[in-house]
Every structure is written in C-alpha cells, then in structure tokens.
C-alpha cells in the first residue's frame, strides 16, 4: 500500500478549498443533495480528494435515497479505514482514506447485497476520475466532463 500522508493542519488549509478543508480535515458534512457526485452514474473510479487515492469504484456505487454518493464497498480492501465516532450522541463509524487520514463519511449496515453496507460519503470528499474510453472509439479530443447530448442540467449548488 501507499505510504500515509501527513501534512500539518496549515498545509491542508493550503492545499484544500475551505469546503474540502471543513469536511475533509474537519470531518464536517455538506448538505444532503448538495453534492456534485450524488446522482452521477457514469463508470469511474472515485479518489480521495485530498490526496488522490483510489477509494471507490462506479460498480458499487447506488442510489441510497439519502442524498449523499453512497457505495456498497471500497474499491479494494483497505482503501478506507473505520474509526469509531461517538459524536452528535450517536454511535456511527466514520470512514477515512487509509492514505491521508481524511474524513470521507460513515458506513452504516442497512445497504444492499452482498456487503450490506452502506459507505455514505461526501462528494466533497472525492475526486470522480471517468473510465478511459477504450482506444479506437472516438473521444481523442473530447474532454471528460464535457459530453454533449447528455442533456442533464448542471447540479445546482446550494438552494
Ligand atoms: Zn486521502
């Protein structure tokens, strides 16, 4: 496995927005709904978005109904690590990037088959890299993010 990073707490604010710090650094939450990556489908693999370690894969991702880009397992073992959270007078399990350390969300065990978990993960928290298109169809010079004819409207930030 990679090597663990660890940057001092002045680092981070550097090197993160001021959302990502809150959530990433400061284990905050964005609203439900609110995140970019909530209802995308499209195949990829999901990066720490502090340090860029593959977390999760478009496979395991579902719709939870919750409001938050939720998976049914890491992309491989030992890409998260669980720490228990006692806050907010709950008893949860928070989910961390084994690289980094970062706060990603909580797993919780009413998700779906075969894990039956349900890693509930801010947006904020992830970095959404597409599936590279298989050489020989077309797309050299399209820009992922930028396919025309999907028709779907920019998720809105904020209400
Ligand atoms: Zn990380």
Not at 72 to 97: N, Q
Not at 110 to 138: M, Q, W
């Amino acid at each position: 496995m990679a090597d663990k990073i660890s940057h001092s707490d002045e680092e981070w604010r550097r090197r993160l927005t001021p959302e990502q710090y809150s959530v990433c650094r400061g284990k905050g939450t964005e609203r439900s709904f609110s995140g970019q990556y909530v209802h995308l489908k499209e195949e990829g693999v999901y990066q720490c978005s502090a340090c860029g370690q593959p977390l999760f894969g478009s496979g395991e991702k579902y719709n939870s109904g919750t409001g938050w880009p939720s998976f049914w397992a890491p992309i491989e073992k030992g890409a998260v690590t669980g720490k228990a959270d006692r806050s907010h007078f709950m008893e949860r399990m928070e989910v961390l990037c084994s690289r980094c350390e970062s706060h990603l969300g909580h797993v919780f065990d009413d998700g779906p088959p075969p894990t039956h978990l349900r890693y509930c993960i801010n947006s904020v928290s992830l970095k959404f890299v597409p599936k590279e298109k298989p050489a020989g169809l077309k797309g050299a010079g399209q820009r992922p993010g930028d396919s025309p004819g999907s028709g779907k409207p920019r998720p809105r930030r904020g209400r």
